[in-house]
């Protein structure tokens, strides 16, 4: 090979050589400004973690107190639950109460018609008999 020729070559080799260098060069810059706004996002997404981490330990004791406030009304449900029971309870058993002195009342008021029925045929029966008793007076008479 003669020294045009490998100088030639050289040359060109030279050339794709700055090319690349020169492309490569581009890709740095490019990656270099995406790891720049990718750690200027991080710093924002750091100060936000940040930012919600010192919320959250803010409003630890509100959640404590709303927590102690629900197992409260958890204690009050449950109370009054147990109140419902016994007042159904007892509810049930007034008118089973009721039931019975009614029921008893009935046969007491059959009783006494009954009776009632009875004393008023007597009654009747005794009215008959003085009636009786005055036309034989005044028959006699």
Do not use: Y
Not at 3 to 28: F, M, P, W
Not at 36 to 41: D, E, G, L, S
Not at 86 to 113: C, D, F, I, N
């Amino acid at each position: 090979m003669c020294i045009r020729d490998r100088s030639r070559a050289e040359r060109t080799t030279a050339v794709g050589l700055d090319r690349s260098i020169r492309q490569l060069e581009r890709e740095l810059r490019d990656a270099e400004q995406r790891l720049v706004v990718h750690q200027a996002a991080n710093g924002t997404e750091r100060s936000r973690v940040a930012e919600l981490e010192r919320q959250l330990e803010a409003s630890q004791p509100r959640v404590l107190e709303l927590e102690a406030h629900v197992e409260w009304l958890t204690g009050m449900v449950d109370k009054q639950e147990q109140e419902c029971v016994q007042l159904r309870a007892a509810t049930r058993s007034r008118v089973e109460q009721l039931e019975h002195e009614l029921e008893v009342a009935r046969v007491e008021l059959a009783a006494q018609r009954q009776t009632f029925c009875k004393q008023n045929n007597l009654l009747a029966a005794s009215a008959i008999d003085s009636m009786a008793r005055e036309l034989e007076v005044v028959e006699t008479s």
